[in-house]
């Protein structure tokens, strides 16, 4: 198949192995890319958000399956141009996508759907922040009504700190106040047809910079999967009761949602609730996600782009485990130090079970330099989390990046 992944960062690289794993002889390109999947696959520097220049592309180059990374071509209606000329693309029309990029727009469908979430509230004026934060107490969670790269969401006991983020958010486009879920934190993806959905294997992300989820929230520093300690049903018990009636609601709303419904959820004491929707795959956890996955992945894709998902094979997972480690440059998630140089990857990919995902790599002469917060993921697939965790922080070990920051507890203890 002639296959257009957009995006340029480690979740693309994952992407991108796992349709090359299937040995298929699958005509894979990626745009923009960076360093590491270019040497993969051929890369174009095409602007993803750019619907015209994608479409336009994906014409003249006869492509057969568009799938979009990230949140950003989604919101600018990259799919909604792609399937107005009938090309097959994995990834919801803008209208679906304000599942992640508006809080407010998720609330209503999980409202009309009857999905567990969390009680919030949306903020118009300061007043009426303050009194939504005092009328949930501590601790408070105030987040931006809108794509916020990650940086939107404030979780602290601290009242000022939490009316500060408030003001700020207030200022740029709406904040909502919800109320504190307790519990561990899982991310389910399912892929949807906009009809019927197939869940993956479920995975936890480590959204904070620090060991010990200290210090800010960032994209995530690292993942595993499969998580051994969930409740026997607990898949089953998310398609049924919150990926399917949103995916009918928002189909019943004539928004239908064709792509990667993110769940991530909550293990709550009174069950499960939904914290946030994502319009796209996760990142780290879809490098721990697609490494498992033994049914071919261009199938399910194509299948749920072409609104075929249940004729298409069960997707099915390997019996073992993927952990991954972010590595992420000194600043990070603040303002991150670039142009650093990287050595010691192929050492690293000699780790059995080791493979590395690139985020923000760039050639330079002959270096290889970072050139972003989130650098590389290291992965690695081992027989059981310990072993697969094992592997990936000797592969770390081996690689040296000035100044780089990495959690050492990523999938301890589990
Ligand atoms: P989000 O961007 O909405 O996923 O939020 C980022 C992180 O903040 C989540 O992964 C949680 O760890 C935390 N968080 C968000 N909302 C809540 C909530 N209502 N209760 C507790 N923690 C939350
Ligand atoms: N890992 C969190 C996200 O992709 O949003």
Request: charged fraction near 20%.
């Amino acid at each position: 198949m002639r296959i257009l992944v957009l995006g340029s960062g480690a979740r693309e690289h994952a992407i991108v192995t796992a349709l090359l794993s299937e040995n298929a002889g699958h005509d894979i390109t990626i745009a923009p890319g960076n360093a590491g999947i270019g040497l993969d696959v051929p890369a174009v520097a095409l602007d993803a958000t750019d619907a015209e220049l994608v479409t336009e592309y994906a014409i003249d180059n006869d492509i057969e399956l568009v799938v979009i990374g990230p949140e950003a071509p989604l919101v600018a209606g990259v799919a909604d141009a792609l399937r107005y000329r009938g090309i097959a693309v994995f990834g919801p029309g803008r209208a679906a996508a304000q599942l992640e990029g508006s809080k407010t727009f998720a609330k209503r469908i999980m409202d009309a759907a009857g999905v567990p979430t969390g009680r919030a509230h949306r903020a118009e004026t300061l007043e009426d922040a303050i009194a939504a934060l005092d009328e949930f107490g501590a601790p408070y969670v105030v987040k931006a009504d809108g794509l916020a790269a990650g940086k939107g969401v404030l979780v602290t006991s601290d009242r000022d700190a939490a009316v500060e983020h408030a003001t700020f958010w207030l200022a740029s486009g709406g904040v909502l106040v919800e109320e504190f879920l307790e519990g561990r934190e899982v991310s389910l993806f399912l892929l949807s047809d906009g009809h019927d959905v197939a869940p993956l294997s479920p995975a936890q992300d480590f959204k904070r910079l620090l060991d010990g989820d200290e210090g800010p929230n960032t994209g995530g520093m690292g993942a595993y999967s499969p998580l051994p300690w969930l409740p026997e049903g607990f898949v089953q018990e998310v398609v049924d009761t919150i990926a399917v009636p949103t995916i009918r609601q928002l189909e019943h709303e004539q928004t239908p949602f064709i792509g990667l419904l993110y769940c991530g959820l909550i293990l709550t004491p009174g069950g499960i609730r939904v914290i946030e929707f994502n319009a796209r795959f996760g990142d780290p956890e879809t490098q721990v996600v697609l490494p498992r996955l033994t049914t071919p992945l261009s199938t399910l894709l194509y299948a749920a782009a072409t609104g075929t998902l249940e004729e298409a094979p069960t997707p099915e997972f390997s019996s073992g485990a993927a952990v991954t480690v972010v590595l992420a440059s000194e600043g990070y998630p603040a303002e991150s130090a670039t142009g650093r140089v990287i050595e010691g990857l192929d050492e690293a990919l000699r780790v059995p079970g080791v493979t590395i995902a690139h985020a923000a790599t760039q050639i330079v002469g002959n270096d290889l330099v970072s050139s972003g917060g989130r650098v590389l993921s290291v992965v690695a697939r081992g027989a059981d989390v310990a072993e697969a965790r094992a592997r990936a922080y000797e592969a770390v070990g081996m690689i040296s990046l000035e100044g780089v920051q990495f959690r050492t507890d990523i999938a301890a203890n589990v």
